[in-house]
């Protein structure tokens, strides 16, 4: 099984950063996906960003241009950058790893992102 873990999240004003990190571990012998989703009060949950084992990356486009994903160098390591935060951006993030094609998703936990003044 693969164990999937994000941090980084927490209270931050409009207009601010954040970094949210990712790292999944266990029995990782390939990588094809690492990416972010996040679920608001009340909401479904939806696809933040996504980077595949090509390098392509995929973003809602409610974030582009604000927020970036990358690999990090570190084994099966993500982050999400995140500027120019807005309330609407208020949600729990959730890390996605998909280690192949034909695998199963395996989720993290969830870190909360609040962004309020």
């Known amino acids: 099984q693969v164990h999937v873990v994000e941090s980084g999240g927490g209270l931050v004003q409009p207009g601010g950063s954040l970094r949210l990190s990712c790292a999944a571990s266990g029995s990782i012998f390939t990588m094809y996906l690492m990416g972010w989703y996040r679920q608001a009060p009340g909401k479904q949950r939806e696809l933040v960003a996504t980077?595949?084992?090509?390098?392509?990356?995929n973003y809602a486009d409610s974030v582009k241009s604000r927020f970036t994903i990358s690999r990090g160098t570190v084994k099966n390591t993500v982050y999400l950058q995140m500027n120019s935060l807005k309330p609407e951006d208020t949600a729990v993030y959730y890390c996605?790893?998909?280690?192949?094609?034909?695998?199963?998703?395996?989720w993290g936990q969830g870190t909360q992102v609040t962004v309020s003044s």
């Open positions: 996605k790893v998909r280690v192949s094609l034909t695998s199963s998703n395996y």
């Open positions: 980077i595949v084992d090509t390098g392509n990356t």
